[in-house]
C-alpha cells in the first residue's frame, strides 16, 4: 500500500518531513500556527488540537474501535455503491435529478458556507479521532485553497500510517466518511424533532407565517412580515410546501379547464363563481361587452353568469344561461358562497351550481392566461389586532371591527407560480408575540438542512476512487486487507480503478459546469 498524507480536494503531495519510525506518540514541538502562500496554494496550519483529540482517543479506545470498525462497513459499501452509479452521473436525465437534489438557492450562500465549516471540522475530526484511537498522533491541521478549490486536511506521518495494520488503516480512512453520514443521521433526525422541541415556544403545521414579503412581489400590496396565511381558494394551508402544492394543483386546473372553455361564450371565464344574491346584482351597474373587452369603473371588478343546471326541491330542472356582466366589488364578493367548476371538489362538494333560487352564479372575467386566485390570511401579531383582541374581551359586539383588523381575503390575478414564490413562509409561529424569535425556527431549518446536504456531498464525494481523495486510500487498503492479489495486480488494478474514476468525475464535474452555464 502506498504511504500518504490525508489530503483533501486538490491538495499536491508533499514529501513527508524527516520523522523517526514508531508508533508512539512524540511531543510536538510545535505551539504555534504557520502559513504558506505560492501562486497555487496556500495554507494555514495550526497545532492547537493535537493533544487534546490524541488524549481524547487514547482513553477512550476502547469503545471507539468498535465505532470505527462499523464505519469501514458503511464506507466500503458507499465506495462500492458510488463507484457503480458514477457512470449514471453522464447521462443528462440524471444529472438533472442529482443537481436538483443538491441544488442550493443563493440567499442560502450563508448557510452553506457555515454547513461547509461544520462538516468539514466534522469529517477532519473523524479521521484525527480515529488515528489517536490506534496511538497516532497528527501533526497539525491544515485549512487551505489550492488552485481556487478551498479544502481541509489532517496530517499523519506516512511511515507510521504504514506500520499499522491494514484494517486499523482502514479505519482511520473511512473515519471521515463514516462521521459524515452520522452528522447526516443528526442532521436529518434533528429536522423530524425540530416542532416536538420547539413545541413550548412555537405552533407547528397550522397555519404558515411570513417572514418576508420583497418589494417587487405582487403579493408585496396584501401581505406583511407575521401575516399567517390561512387558505388559498378555500383549502387550509398548514405548511410552506402544501402552499406550493396549491399553486402548482391551481395552474394544472387552468391549464385543463382551458380547452374546453374556448368558446366564444366562455372566453375569459375563470369557472370560479360565487352565490351573488339577486338584490345585490340588481343594484350593481351594467355594463356592455364588446370585442371581448369589459370596462368597470375603478374599484369593480367585470362578473358574469355562469350557465349551470340545477335541481330544484320539486325536482324540476331549470336552465340558467343568462350571459350578462356586472360590475362589483370584488371584496364584497369573495365573503358570498361559492359555486361553479373552478373550484376544488373539496369546496363547491362536486356540484356545479349550489347556489338557492335568489341567488345567480357570478364568475370573474379576466385576461387569459392569469388565474384568479383568493387568498385568505390573519394578522395576529398586528398591534391593531393586539388592540383590537383586548377590548373585544370587555365588548363582544368587536367581533366585525376584530375581524376586519386581524385579517381577511383577497384576490390575486396573475401567475401563480411567481405569487408562491415571491414570499418567504414558514410553518412555524410564535405563541408569544417577540420578534426575534419569529425568525428562530427558520434559521434552524435552514441550516440543517444545508448541513445535511453538504456533509451529504463530502461523504459521497470522498468515496469516490478518485486520485488525492479518501476513496484512493481506501481502495487500496480494502484491496489488500481483503483479496489475495499479487502486488503487482493489485497496483494495477487500483490504477485502472483511479483512472477510470477519476476521468468520470471529471467529464462529469464539466457537464455540471456546462449545465449551470
Not at 184 to 213: D, K, N, Q
Request: glycine share 6%; net charge neutral.
Amino acid at each position: 500500500m502506498e504511504a500518504r498524507r490525508f489530503r483533501r480536494f486538490t491538495m499536491p503531495r508533499r514529501t513527508p518531513q524527516p520523522h523517526t519510525p514508531t508508533l508512539l506518540p512524540t511531543t510536538h514541538s510545535h505551539t504555534h500556527s504557520t502559513s504558506t502562500v505560492t501562486c497555487c496554494y496556500c495554507d494555514y496550519k495550526f497545532w492547537t488540537f493535537n493533544d487534546p483529540i490524541f488524549r481524547l482517543g487514547r482513553n477512550h479506545s476502547h469503545y471507539l474501535t468498535p465505532w470505527f470498525s462499523v464505519g469501514v462497513g458503511f464506507a466500503l459499501t458507499a465506495l462500492l455503491a458510488v463507484f457503480l452509479l458514477l457512470p449514471l452521473t453522464l447521462l443528462p436525465h440524471h444529472l438533472t435529478t442529482f443537481l436538483s437534489f443538491f441544488a442550493t438557492p443563493l440567499n442560502d450562500a450563508v448557510y452553506v458556507v457555515a454547513a461547509t465549516l461544520v462538516s468539514v471540522s466534522v469529517h477532519e475530526f473523524g479521521h484525527a479521532l480515529a488515528a489517536a484511537s490506534e496511538g497516532i498522533r497528527m501533526e497539525y491541521v491544515a485549512v487551505f485553497v489550492a488552485c481556487a478549490f478551498p479544502g481541509a486536511l489532517v496530517a499523519f506521518d506516512d511511515v507510521v500510517m504504514q506500520a499499522l495494520p491494514c484494517f486499523a488503516a482502514l479505519r482511520v480512512y473511512c473515519a471521515g466518511i463514516w462521521h459524515n453520514a452520522v452528522c447526516c443521521a443528526v442532521c436529518g433526525l434533528a429536522l423530524l424533532l425540530l416542532p416536538f422541541m420547539l413545541f413550548p415556544f412555537y405552533i407547528h403545521g397550522e397555519s404558515p407565517m411570513v417572514l418576508g414579503v420583497p418589494s417587487v412581489s405582487p403579493l408585496s400590496g396584501y401581505l406583511s412580515s407575521g401575516d399567517l396565511i390561512v387558505s388559498v381558494d378555500g383549502v387550509p394551508i398548514r405548511n410552506a410546501q402544501e402552499w406550493m402544492d396549491m399553486a402548482v394543483f391551481l395552474n394544472e386546473m387552468s391549464l385543463n379547464d382551458r380547452p374546453r372553455n374556448m368558446d366564444a361564450q366562455s372566453v375569459g371565464r375563470s369557472g370560479k363563481g360565487y352565490c351573488v344574491p339577486n338584490p345585490m346584482m340588481e343594484e350593481s351597474k351594467q355594463m356592455l361587452v364588446g370585442n371581448n373587452q369589459s370596462l368597470c369603473p375603478d374599484g369593480l371588478t367585470s362578473f358574469t353568469t355562469v350557465p349551470c343546471s340545477y335541481t330544484s326541491i320539486s325536482g324540476e330542472e331549470h336552465l340558467r344561461n343568462i350571459e350578462k356582466t356586472y360590475c362589483l366589488d370584488a371584496k364584497d364578493v369573495v365573503k358570498l358562497n361559492k359555486c361553479g367548476d373552478g373550484w376544488p371538489p373539496s369546496i363547491t362538494k362536486d356540484s356545479n351550481c349550489i347556489c338557492s333560487q335568489d341567488e345567480s352564479c357570478l364568475s370573474p372575467i379576466q385576461i387569459p392566461g392569469l388565474i384568479w386566485v383568493e387568498v385568505t390570511y390573519s394578522r395576529p401579531y398586528s398591534l391593531e389586532c393586539l388592540r383590537v383582541r383586548r377590548k373585544s374581551f370587555a365588548d363582544s359586539r368587536n367581533s366585525d371591527s376584530m375581524e376586519s383588523n386581524c385579517g381577511g381575503t383577497f384576490v390575486f390575478i396573475g401567475d401563480v407560480f411567481s405569487m408562491a414564490r415571491s414570499v418567504q413562509l414558514t410553518a412555524y409561529r410564535p405563541r408569544w408575540a417577540f420578534p426575534l424569535g419569529t425568525y428562530l425556527p427558520n434559521v434552524l431549518e435552514r441550516f440543517l438542512r444545508c448541513t445535511f446536504q453538504v456533509s451529504l456531498t463530502l461523504a459521497l464525494l470522498n468515496s469516490l476512487p478518485v486520485y488525492l481523495l479518501d476513496g484512493e486510500s481506501i481502495l487500496e487498503a480494502s484491496l489488500l486487507h481483503f483479496t489475495l492479489l499479487s502486488q503487482r495486480k493489485r497496483r494495477k488494478l487500483v490504477q485502472v480503478c483511479l483512472f477510470g474514476g477519476t476521468l468520470i468525475f471529471i467529464l462529469a464535474f464539466l457537464k455540471i459546469v456546462i449545465y449551470g452555464l
